[in-house]
C-alpha cells in the first residue's frame, strides 16, 4: 500500500510564494507520474500540474508561468513550487500518485492567498 503525506500548506498574501511537497511511501517512485490537484470551495477538483517519470510536465493554462512541478526520486518526493499566489488559487491540493490502472490520493493540504 502506498501513502502520500501533503506539507507546506498554509496561508500567505497575494503574490506571495509557497512550495507543497508529497511524501510517498513505497518504492515504485520511479515509476509513477506525479500530478497535484486542486479542489476551491463549490467547485470541481481541477488538475493543476503533471510530471512523468521521464520528468515531462504539463500544466494548467491558469498557472503556467507561476507554478512548477518536480520531483526527487532519491526522496520519493514531488514538489509544487507555487509563486505570485493569487486569490483564486485559494484550494485544497491533493497529491495523486498514477502508477499504469492505480492511483493513490494524499489527504490535501489547505492553501489559502489573501487579497
Known amino acids: 500500500q502506498v501513502h502520500l503525506v501533503e506539507s507546506g500548506g498554509g496561508l500567505v498574501q497575494a503574490g506571495g510564494s509557497l512550495r507543497l511537497s508529497c511524501a510517498a511511501s513505497g518504492s515504485i517512485f520511479t515509476l509513477v507520474v506525479m500530478a497535484w490537484y486542486r479542489q476551491a470551495p463549490g467547485k470541481q477538483r481541477e488538475l493543476v500540474a503533471q510530471i512523468t517519470r521521464g520528468s515531462s510536465t504539463n500544466y494548467a493554462d491558469s498557472v503556467k508561468g507561476r507554478f512548477t512541478i518536480s520531483r526527487d526520486n532519491a526522496k520519493n518526493t514531488a514538489y509544487l513550487q507555487m509563486n505570485s499566489l493569487k486569490p483564486e488559487d485559494t484550494a485544497v491540493y491533493y497529491c495523486?500518485?498514477?502508477?499504469?490502472?492505480?492511483?493513490?490520493w494524499g489527504q490535501g493540504t489547505q492553501v489559502t492567498v489573501s487579497s
Open positions: 495523486r500518485m498514477i502508477w499504469g490502472v492505480t492511483d493513490y
